[in-house]
Every structure is written in structure tokens, then in C-alpha cells.
């Protein structure tokens, strides 16, 4: 499977769970209360991140993306002779 990257180069503000999922005693399902979790935020920037945040008194930690490696590979690579097989380590 293959990723792309569009839309990647946002920043986003999430909000901290207040309190942890519980399982609902009728179906099962874990929720909570707790509706800041449905909330996301973009920002364009980091510096429209943080000023939203210093803005309206919200605590924030920022964490920068971690840089991926692409292997570029064609797909015609699957069906090499001398390819190895993931099952055999």
C-alpha cells in the first residue's frame, strides 16, 4: 500500500481526552463525555497554531513531523526473480 502526501503540510490542534473511554453498558461501545475530542483545528502555519493557542489561554505542546523515507519502487519489482519474500526471514 502506498500513502500519499497531500494535505500533510497542515497544523493541527487536538485536544487532550478529559477523561478516559468507558464501555457503554448497552452496546459495548467505548466513548466518554468528553466532546473536545471531536475537535480539530487546522492551522496553515505553526506560528497560526500557537497564537490561536496563546490566544485564548489553551496549553499546547508542539510535535514536529517525523521525516519518512520512500522507497521508490516499481511495480513491476513484485514480479522479480531474485525478489525476497516477506514470509521468508
Known amino acids: 500500500m502506498q500513502s500519499g502526501r497531500a494535505r500533510t503540510k497542515a ?38 497554531a500557537v497564537a490561536y ?11 514536529e513531523a517525523r521525516e519518512t523515507t520512500r522507497r521508490i519502487k516499481s511495480y513491476a519489482s513484485n514480479f522479480a526473480a531474485d525478489r525476497k519474500e516477506p514470509w521468508s526471514h
Do not use: N
Open 11 to 48: 497544523w493541527v490542534l487536538e485536544f487532550e481526552p478529559a477523561q478516559a473511554k468507558r464501555p457503554d453498558p448497552l452496546m459495548g461501545w467505548a466513548g466518554s463525555g468528553d466532546t473536545r475530542r471531536q475537535v480539530h483545528l487546522s492551522f496553515d502555519t505553526r506560528d497560526e
Open 53 to 63: 493557542a496563546k490566544r485564548y489561554g489553551i496549553a499546547f505542546q508542539i510535535r
